[in-house]
C-alpha cells in the first residue's frame, strides 16, 4: 500500500503556489465586498456569508477566510456527485444544509474546484431560491472540461488540465485531501478501480 507523494504523478501547484493565489482571492474579495460588509441585514447578521461546499473546500475555504479583511459569517453545505468513482454521477445531494439564512445577505460560495458543473448549477439553483442580495463563487479550480456547464465563477483560482487530481482539499475515494500542494494521480492508483 502506498500514499502520498508516492501516488503523484506531477505537482501542478505547490504549497506555496497555492498560498500566493488564495492570497491573491482573499484581497481581491476584500476590495470588492468593502462596501456592503457593514450593511445592515434582516436579522442582523454580518452582510457576508461565505459558504465552504464540503468535504473538499473545506482546506481551502479556511485559507481564504484568513486572508479576507472583512466581516463575515461562515458556514457549510455538504453535497455530493461523485461516490468513489472517478467520473461525475450527475446526481447531486444535499448531504447537509446551511445553518444559517441567506435571505438579503452577499453569499460568497468558496468551492474546491469546478469539474462537469453540475455541483455548482444544483447548489446556486437551490440557494438563489431563499433571495440571498448576491451570490458568488469563489472556484480555486476550475477544470478544463469541454463538457462543463456554463458556470460563472467570479474569482478562479487556476484554470486546471482536464487530469485526475488530488490534494489541498480534493480527494480520490477519500484519501489525499491532506497533500498540501495539488497534483496529479497516478493512473494505476485508480484503474481497474
Ligand atoms: C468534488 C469537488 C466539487 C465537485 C466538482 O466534490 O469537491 O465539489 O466534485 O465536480 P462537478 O463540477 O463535476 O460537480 P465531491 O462530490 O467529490 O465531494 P467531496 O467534496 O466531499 O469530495
Ligand atoms: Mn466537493
Ligand atoms: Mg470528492
Excluded at 21 to 39: H, K
Excluded at 41 to 52: E, K, R, Y
Excluded at 91 to 97: A, P, S
Excluded at 129 to 138: D, E, G, K
Aim: include cysteine.
Amino acid at each position: 500500500v502506498t500514499f502520498g507523494d508516492a501516488d503523484v504523478e506531477e505537482i501542478l501547484y505547490s504549497e506555496q503556489a497555492i498560498h500566493e493565489r488564495v492570497a491573491q482571492i482573499g484581497q481581491q474579495i476584500t476590495e470588492d465586498y468593502r462596501d456592503v460588509a457593514f450593511a445592515e441585514t434582516p436579522h442582523g447578521d454580518p452582510a457576508i456569508l461565505m459558504v465552504s461546499v464540503l468535504r473538499g473546500a473545506a482546506i481551502y475555504m479556511s485559507d481564504l477566510a484568513r486572508q479576507i479583511d472583512l466581516p463575515f459569517e461562515m458556514d457549510y453545505m455538504a453535497v455530493s456527485s461523485y461516490g468513489t468513482g472517478t467520473k461525475s454521477s450527475g446526481v447531486v445531494r444535499i448531504l447537509k444544509d446551511l445553518t444559517s439564512n441567506i435571505e438579503g445577505r452577499h453569499v460568497i460560495i468558496a468551492e474546491d474546484i469546478v469539474d462537469s458543473g453540475l455541483t455548482l448549477k444544483y447548489l446556486l439553483r437551490v440557494l438563489e431560491s431563499r433571495n440571498p442580495a448576491s451570490i458568488t463563487i469563489a472556484a480555486l479550480l476550475k477544470k478544463q472540461n469541454p463538457e462543463q456547464a456554463e458556470i460563472d465563477c467570479k474569482y478562479v483560482g487556476f484554470e486546471c488540465p482536464d487530469a485526475f487530481i488530488v490534494g489541498y482539499g480534493l480527494d480520490y475515494a477519500e484519501r489525499y485531501r491532506n497533500l498540501p500542494y495539488i497534483g496529479i494521480l497516478k493512473p494505476e492508483v485508480y484503474q481497474g478501480k
